[in-house]
Nanobody
């Protein structure tokens, strides 16, 4: 299984970015997907998750109302639309593939496959 994340960059506070993650190697539509992020000196944290069907979505409190996770099963791609970005959103963002159809975990140990990470830098 391979996950290729892209879309990171540098933006000013209040700006927007959209991250993409293309998956290959297994039937994308059968597994939940998630986005995590890791800031320097901090643990990797769950940001958003989406069920295999795309119907159920979950967000960390820190991004609720600003970030939107979505997926296109026809394109084997999961997205993270990030609006109203803040300096504290600065981190490396990772996509991850679950072993289940639903989001059962919000910790990194619950995910078996990871993208390479894409850096998001938000300046004030």
């Amino acid at each position: 299984v391979q996950l290729q994340a892209s879309g990171g960059g540098s933006v000013q506070a209040g700006g927007s970015l959209r991250l993409s993650c293309v998956a290959s190697g297994r039937t994308f539509s059968e597994y939940a997907m998630a986005w995590f992020r890791q800031a320097p000196g901090k643990e990797r944290e769950f940001i958003a998750g989406i069920s295999a069907s795309g119907i159920l979505r979950y967000y960390a409190d820190s991004v609720q109302g600003r970030f939107t996770i979505s997926r296109d099963n026809a394109k084997n791609t999961v997205y993270l639309q990030m609006n109203s970005l803040k300096p504290e959103d600065t981190a490396v963002y990772y996509c991850a593939s679950s072993q289940w159809r639903s989001i059962r975990a919000r910790t990194a140990t619950g995910y078996g496959y990871w993208g390479q990470g894409t850096l998001v830098t938000v300046s004030s």
